[in-house]
């Protein structure tokens, strides 16, 4: 072989080499990092909702990464896809991002809209990707059984409205005082809003109180109409099922028909600032459900302060909204997923983990008052046990009430009646799963 032959391979295997190593440092760097496909909206009629949530979402994340290098040295690393809250954008943006990025896997879902939850959900089921619904979602899906990979945690639908009637209960001085009383369910016109009008009549009928359901047509600008027909009604109570502008109209409007806002209570979704502060004095004394408090005392809020946001690298476009309700949910369901992660690593291994690995990891998710403590939300998050059975885990809510200015948490836990609910739950998961030819997991005891 002559010098230019020696030459030539020489040159061929150094360059086979290199890309070998730049192969090698890619997969490498792909290896340290887990992945969360976010499916986003900041424009669009709920855009308030969205860009609380995500930015929240995001901002604990990146806490996690800069404070403690990620999770069991596995950095997180996440990207947008913008859905403007349109089920079809949703699914299209869950096939996008669904594969993971530069070869990181993704760990999990979390679309924040019904919608586009129920569009996606036998996806997520066919990709073993768990979906996060956190407050929102299939009822049904709370039994893990027959919905292995979707995770409605905290509160269920029906957790939510059981828990509202149990907290009227209270105000009237026992859930049998409730004979004879009149409540309007004042819902969204959207599979979310009408999801839990079964649920209502069967409390009605288990507790002798009338039950009205008025439907707002998407997005709920104009309301006249419901209003005037809950003033002939004459409730005692209204439970508004809100989302984004529909929530101040109704508080605006309730005061032009001569409803007090007190009696008003606001579900998991019209619980916000942004849901009470544009209804201006129409707001004061709105009563609504929380999973979760504004505020920016707890250790986690202040971390996040401390090392992200005062870094400007937090990710809300107007800081005033740090603390917010929206913002606080971003960041509880950020702990919730990072728990997950880090529960599933401790039986893994401290490595980037397919979304099967991570849905065993919410399904043995446990969050004490302890563990709580540690991460520095106690008081922020609800304690919270999912299982195999049961993908909701808390089902408790506290009330809080709009001072014209802020919320301020007027109840201690109230505790939806979930043995009354389980059974129904089942009834529904089993219809679902005959349907669709999927034979139930059996669970351990």
Not at 49 to 71: A, P, S, W
Not at 74 to 103: D, F, H, I, P, Q
Not at 220 to 236: A, F, Y
Not at 415 to 420: E, H, N, S, T, V
């Amino acid at each position: 072989m002559n010098l230019s032959s020696i030459l030539s391979t020489l040159a061929r295997r150094a360059v086979a080499t290199a890309v070998l190593a730049a192969g090698l440092l890619q997969t490498a760097h792909a290896a340290a990092e887990q992945y969360f496909p976010l499916q986003s909206y900041r424009v669009g009629p709920y855009a308030a909702g969205g860009t609380g949530f995500f930015g929240g979402f995001i901002d604990y994340l990146r806490l996690v990464n800069e404070r403690d290098g990620g999770v069991g040295g596995v950095k997180l690393t996440w990207s947008e896809c913008e859905t403007e809250y349109v089920v079809e954008k949703g699914v299209e943006c869950y096939e996008r991002l669904k594969k993971g990025l530069n070869g990181a896997p993704a760990a999990a879902t979390n679309p924040l809209s019904v919608g586009i939850a129920y569009a996606t959900l036998e996806r997520s089921a066919a990709d073993k990707l768990p979906l996060i619904t956190i407050n929102h979602g299939r009822t049904d899906s709370t039994d893990g059984r027959v919905f292995p990979y979707v995770f409605p945690l905290q509160l269920n639908p029906y957790s939510e409205v059981s828990a509202i009637v149990n907290w009227i209960g209270q105000r009237s001085g026992g859930l049998d005082k409730l004979k004879g009383r009149r409540i309007v369910v004042l819902y969204h016109g959207s599979p979310y809003g009408k999801e839990t009008i079964p649920v209502i009549d069967i409390l009605a009928k288990k507790y002798g109180f009338q039950a009205t359901h008025i439907e707002v047509p998407h997005p709920g600008n104009e309301q006249q109409s419901q209003w005037l027909t809950i003033r002939r009604t004459q409730p005692d109570w209204v439970i508004l099922r809100g989302w984004g502008v529909m929530n101040p109209v109704a508080l605006k409007t309730a005061q032009k028909v001569g409803y007090p806002a007190d009696h008003i209570i606001g579900n998991i979704w019209s619980n916000s600032e942004e849901d009470a502060a544009p209804a201006g004095d129409a707001a004061k004394g709105y009563v609504s459900i929380t999973t979760h408090p504004s505020g920016t005392s707890f250790p986690v809020l202040q971390d996040i302060k401390r090392v992200v946001v005062d870094k400007g690298q937090g990710n809300l476009a107007d800081p005033k909204r740090f603390g917010t309700v929206y913002y606080n949910l971003g960041v509880v369901n950020g702990i919730l997923n990072v728990e997950a992660l880090r529960t599933a690593q401790a039986r893994f291994g401290k490595r980037p983990l397919t979304g099967e690995e991570v849905r065993w990891g919410f399904e043995n998710l446990k969050l004490d008052d302890a563990r709580l403590k540690e991460l520095g939300a106690l008081g922020l998050v609800q304690p919270l046990k999912l299982s195999c059975a049961d993908h909701e885990g808390g089902g408790a809510v506290r009330f809080q009430q709009w001072t014209g200015s802020g919320w301020k948490v007027i109840s201690d836990w109230v505790q939806a009646d979930r043995a009354l609910l389980r059974p129904i739950i089942e009834e529904s998961a089993a219809r679902y799963a005959k349907e669709k030819g999927i034979k139930p997991r059996t669970c351990p005891q």
